[in-house]
């Protein structure tokens, strides 16, 4: 029998459908029905390196790997790709190959959104985001889906030829987050931009990850004095800052919960006398899960 798989070269992007696919995937992971693995990385011959993201959606019988190379040049840009393979857990058939270029900005986005909308109370109604290139304006666009009332300053260290109307441009960091309830870093610094002792109790401040070597926007230091949630466990090994804080005698036992507790609703709640500080380094159960809904939405699109 000929098997058809689809090739999705132009994914396309539905929020609330992702946040819904994320949601469902981390509840799976509450209870037991999935797993996550973590990331695998191959250091290739000559510089650069192939992570590897594997993930599986029980409900909807896919398994998923992301794979993304990091090819450093001679001269520019390193080159760095994304693609999502889909595997029928039934069969064991491929039933789609993916671009997960823009998908691993919308992961990444909808997975800080997520996990901002779970920590911050109901009466949050400022929020900052730190860095305006598309993955800022991705997390920009995650939020309102979760919390459509909350205004929002950004902050670019390069002005943006356009800003979402929205929004509010500020100066600097310190403009974009005075008095805001919700900072979210959204940058690809390889040093700490932001110290978030420095901010109120009860901030909730969300970190990413990105190619740049040793990345991290908060210091090492800080680590100790925050109340600390991750996506998973497994980035106490991947976070610089949580590594080295570590290190440095931090006891990654003080982790208050993951996004799956969060999710789940049995993560303790932010202790009240701290800033709350979310880390995200990227999983494949985030890829599988917006992955899934854009093979979905091809599917939907294809039989329209």
């Excluded at 993304?68 to 999502?84: D, I, M, R």
Aim: charged share 15%.
């Amino acid at each position: 029998m000929l098997h058809i798989m689809l090739l999705i070269r132009n994914p396309q992007i539905d929020e609330r459908e992702i946040l819904t696919t994320l949601r469902r995937a981390f509840t799976d992971v509450a209870t037991g029905k999935a797993t996550i693995p973590g990331q695998f990385v191959v250091d290739l011959p000559g510089g650069g390196d192939v992570i590897q993201y594997p993930g599986i959606l029980a409900d909807g019988g896919l398994y998923a790997v992301k794979v993304s190379p990091y090819l450093p040049q001679p001269e520019g840009k390193a080159v760095v790709t994304a693609w999502t393979l889909l595997l029928d857990t039934v069969t064991g058939a491929p039933v789609a190959l993916i671009n997960a270029g823009a998908l691993t900005t919308e992961r990444t986005a909808a997975t800080s959104a997520l996990a901002a909308d779970l920590l911050l109370p109901p009466t949050a109604q400022t929020a900052a985001v730190v860095g305006y290139g598309p993955v800022g304006r991705a997390h920009v666009r995650y939020l309102r889906a979760l919390r459509p009332e909350i205004d929002v300053r950004v902050y670019a260290r390069t002005p943006p030829a356009a800003v979402d109307p929205t929004v509010t441009l500020a100066d600097s960091i310190d403009a974009a987050v005075a008095g805001a309830d919700l900072v979210m870093l959204c940058t690809s610094a390889a040093e700490a931009v932001l110290d978030p002792r420095r901010l109120p109790v009860g901030t909730v401040v969300t970190s990413i990850s990105t190619n740049a070597p040793g990345a991290h926007e908060i210091p090492a230091t800080a680590v100790p004095a925050l109340d600390v949630y991750l996506d998973s466990r497994t980035t106490l090994t991947v976070a610089t800052e949580l590594r080295l804080a570590r290190v440095d005698g931090w006891d990654g036992t003080a982790v208050r919960g993951t996004l799956a507790d969060l999710v789940a609703g049995t993560a303790p709640a932010p202790s009240g006398d701290r800033v709350v500080y979310f880390r995200s380094v990227g999983l494949g159960i985030e890829d599988a899960a917006v992955a899934s809904a854009a093979y979905r939405a091809q599917l939907s699109g294809e039989s329209a």
